[in-house]
């Protein structure tokens, strides 16, 4: 029972008793009943527990009711409730003198209601009331999962957030800066005692309290939730809502991987180096600032990747896409785990990863693709995104921006299915691009003329086959999964096609000579798209 007793003096029939002395300590919280029937009935009474009695056991003893006074208000008993009409008809005064000087509440009961019916009345509000907090907290669950399962960015997080709680609530960053404050305390008040303890806590601030909740990253504390209520008593379910709400908060706003000070700070950085591309600032500004926030971003082995969209000439709904994919890319775990900096320029988001080795790009990989499908784009294509090599030092950052940025050109022009291409897979494309039509012509049917020249389903279904070979670099276990076949069945086509087209797949020649044929079939399917021909390209193409 978690009542105060100026609200269980509200419960019928508790209501038709009186608070006779004791006002003071109305706010002393009802934890427990118990009936006052042997003499040492203080040696057993618990913290915020109300006795009831007929004064029978004090009746002709005043002096002993001063003492049982002093010891329940010792034992932080509730209060005490007399029953008047059988020993008592009225409760004597030195008692009511020293109830009020204690601040202790004395209660006259009602004749004509047993303490069953008192104690009843009391459990069934509780009752109620438990209930109806229950559904309370139940209903505000339902608010919390609806505010998570939000896919778009909401910039008003932290008031949606306090009125799906019903508190006020307060934002604190893991240097203790202020990031939001609705409680209406000063901000220096609501700060004291900083730095705080890494746990749960309530605290008392002012006339105000709160329930505090830290954010925890890998153990290492990134900020507070505050949530204030001028409620006295809350239930355990209650601190477990605070809690699913700082866990949400701390989600969306990335608590858990960095605060919300740091970025900003990351946010001004990227401005740095989209000016410093755009030859706007000195590589040794740059650099300071990187010092200065503890940035290693420069100081090993890094690498870019570029990611943008196809939105057909709508400049503005490609922009709101990029900002989708920086927000995604900011609030992925593993993302955020590889420290990367992101910046929305003109040719798309870039990303710039510390640590470049080949085990993190692997990852970035597969990260980029959760990032995309993530999206969930209707009606639209999914970006695409050109990773770049590895580099050494802040003076490579414009070439492998450049690099990133025309491997990105070319994979969308040759309409390369994958969503993530790597620079290097189209280095020979960037080489040969200036080759003429008439010469690719002349090499590709070189190479693979018995091949082109059957137009049927067999020949088609053997040039696929073909080129995914090559782009699995020669591995028929991965070529198999990419074409959805059994590897003995892809075994058996590259064996056939070894001998139609008279190479030896072992061999390095030979594969960079099928490797430029396929990429010149790439280039002149490029040329006819943009020259819109559909003659003589097409009489290339088949």
Same mark, same amino acid.
């Given at each position: 029972?978690? !009542?105060?007793?100026?609200?269980?003096?509200?419960?019928?029939?508790?209501?038709?008793?009186?608070?006779?002395?004791?006002?003071?300590?109305?706010?002393?919280? @009802?934890?427990?009943?118990?009936?006052?029937?042997?003499?040492?009935?203080?040696?057993?009474?618990?913290?915020?527990?109300?006795?009831?009695?007929?004064?029978?056991?004090?009746?002709?003893?005043?002096?002993?009711?001063?003492?049982?006074?002093?010891?329940?208000?010792?034992?932080?008993?509730?209060?005490?409730?007399?029953?008047?009409?059988?020993?008592?008809?009225?409760?004597?005064?030195?008692? @009511?003198?020293?109830?009020?000087?204690?601040?202790?509440?004395?209660?006259?009961?009602?004749?004509?209601?047993?303490?069953? /019916?008192?104690?009843?009345?009391?459990?069934?509000?509780?009752?109620?009331?438990?209930?109806?907090? !229950?559904?309370?907290?139940?209903?505000?669950?339902?608010?919390?999962?609806?505010?998570?399962?939000?896919?778009?960015?909401?910039?008003?997080?932290?008031? /949606?957030?306090?009125?799906?709680?019903?508190?006020?609530?307060?934002?604190?960053?893991?240097?203790?800066?202020?990031?939001?404050?609705?409680?209406?305390?000063?901000?220096?008040? &609501?700060?004291?005692?900083?730095?705080?303890?890494?746990?749960?806590?309530?605290?008392?601030?002012?006339?105000?309290?709160?329930?505090?909740?830290?954010?925890?990253?890998?153990?290492?504390?990134?900020?507070?939730?505050?949530?204030?209520?001028?409620?006295?008593?809350?239930? =355990?379910?209650?601190?477990?809502?605070?809690?699913?709400?700082?866990?949400?908060?701390?989600?969306?706003?990335?608590?858990?991987?960095?605060?919300?000070?740091?970025?900003?700070?990351?946010?001004?950085?990227?401005?740095?180096?989209?000016?410093?591309?755009?030859?706007?600032?000195?590589?040794?500004?740059?650099?300071?600032?990187?010092?200065?926030?503890?940035?290693?971003?420069?100081?090993?082995?890094?690498?870019?990747?570029?990611?943008?969209?196809?939105?057909?000439?709508?400049?503005?709904?490609?922009?709101?896409?990029?900002?989708?994919?920086?927000?995604?890319?900011?609030?992925?775990?593993?993302?955020?785990?590889?420290?990367?900096?992101?910046?929305?320029?003109?040719?798309?988001?870039?990303?710039?990863?510390?640590?470049?080795?080949?085990?993190?790009?692997?990852?970035?990989?597969?990260?980029?693709?959760?990032?995309?499908?993530?999206?969930?784009?209707?009606?639209?294509?999914?970006?695409?995104?050109?990773?770049?090599?590895?580099?050494?030092?802040?003076? /490579? &950052?414009?070439?492998?921006?450049?690099?990133?940025?025309?491997?990105?050109?070319?994979?969308?022009?040759?309409?390369?299915?994958?969503?993530?291409?790597?620079?290097?897979?189209?280095? &020979?494309?960037?080489?040969?691009?200036?080759?003429?039509?008439?010469?690719?012509?002349?090499?590709?049917?070189?190479?693979?003329?018995?091949?082109?020249?059957?137009?049927?389903?067999?020949?088609?279904?053997?040039?696929?086959?073909?080129?995914?070979?090559?782009?699995?670099?020669?591995?028929?276990?991965?070529?198999?999964?990419?074409?959805?076949?059994?590897?003995? =069945?892809?075994?058996?086509?590259?064996?056939?096609?070894?001998?139609? !087209?008279?190479? /030896?797949?072992?061999?390095?020649?030979?594969?960079?000579?099928?490797? &430029?044929?396929?990429?010149?079939?790439? !280039?002149?399917?490029?040329?006819?798209?943009?020259?819109?021909?559909?003659?003589?390209?097409?009489?290339?193409?088949?």
């Amino acid at each position: 029972m978690y !009542l105060t007793v100026e609200q269980a003096m509200s419960v019928y029939p508790l209501s038709e008793g009186k608070l006779v002395a004791g006002t003071e300590g109305r706010g002393r919280i @009802v934890k427990s009943v118990n009936v006052m029937d042997a003499p040492d009935i203080t040696d057993w009474i618990k913290e915020g527990e109300m006795l009831f009695t007929t004064a029978f056991l004090i009746k002709d003893a005043p002096e002993d009711a001063a003492q049982l006074l002093h010891k329940l208000n010792r034992r932080g008993s509730s209060g005490l409730g007399i029953k008047l009409g059988r020993f008592w008809d009225v409760i004597p005064q030195p008692m @009511v003198a020293l109830a009020n000087d204690l601040g202790f509440p004395l209660i006259e009961l009602p004749y004509q209601f047993t303490f069953s /019916d008192q104690m009843n009345g009391l459990f069934r509000a509780e009752m109620q009331r438990n209930t109806h907090a !229950l559904h309370t907290v139940v209903e505000k669950q339902k608010k919390l999962m609806r505010f998570a399962l939000q896919s778009d960015h909401n910039r008003q997080l932290f008031d /949606d957030m306090s009125g799906v709680i019903g508190y006020p609530i307060a934002i604190v960053g893991s240097k203790g800066q202020m990031v939001y404050n609705a409680s209406g305390i000063a901000d220096s008040l &609501l700060l004291q005692g900083w730095p705080w303890l890494n746990r749960n806590q309530w605290m008392r601030i002012g006339q105000a309290q709160a329930f505090r909740v830290p954010f925890v990253k890998h153990q290492v504390n990134t900020g507070f939730a505050l949530f204030f209520t001028s409620e006295s008593i809350h239930m =355990t379910i209650e601190e477990g809502l605070f809690y699913q709400a700082a866990e949400l908060i701390s989600f969306h706003m990335n608590f858990r991987y960095e605060d919300y000070f740091e970025r900003s700070l990351h946010k001004d950085f990227g401005m740095l180096i989209k000016r410093y591309l755009n030859h706007g600032i000195a590589a040794d500004v740059l650099a300071d600032f990187a010092k200065k926030l503890d940035l290693e971003l420069f100081e090993g082995e890094f690498l870019c990747a570029l990611a943008d969209f196809s939105c057909n000439g709508d400049m503005s709904s490609r922009q709101l896409l990029l900002e989708r994919l920086k927000d995604e890319y900011l609030s992925h775990p593993a993302v955020q785990e590889m420290n990367g900096i992101h910046v929305v320029m003109e040719e798309g988001v870039l990303s710039i990863y510390p640590n470049g080795r080949e085990e993190r790009t692997a990852r970035l990989t597969e990260l980029l693709h959760a990032c995309f499908n993530s999206m969930d784009i209707k009606g639209g294509e999914l970006p695409k995104a050109a990773v770049g090599g590895r580099k050494s030092s802040l003076a /490579d &950052l414009k070439g492998a921006f450049a690099e990133v940025k025309e491997t990105l050109r070319m994979a969308l022009e040759l309409g390369i299915g994958e969503a993530v291409v790597f620079c290097h897979s189209l280095e &020979l494309a960037y080489i040969f691009e200036q080759v003429s039509p008439e010469r690719m012509e002349l090499y590709c049917n070189k190479i693979l003329g018995k091949l082109l020249a059957k137009d049927s389903d067999s020949a088609l279904e053997m040039l696929r086959t073909l080129e995914i070979y090559i782009e699995s670099d020669g591995q028929v276990n991965e070529a198999a999964k990419r074409l959805f076949v059994h590897r003995n =069945t892809a075994a058996y086509r590259i064996e056939k096609l070894s001998e139609m !087209l008279e190479v /030896d797949f072992k061999k390095i020649n030979d594969l960079l000579r099928l490797k &430029l044929a396929l990429l010149f079939r790439q !280039l002149l399917a490029r040329d006819s798209a943009v020259s819109g021909s559909s003659g003589d390209s097409k009489k290339r193409l088949r």
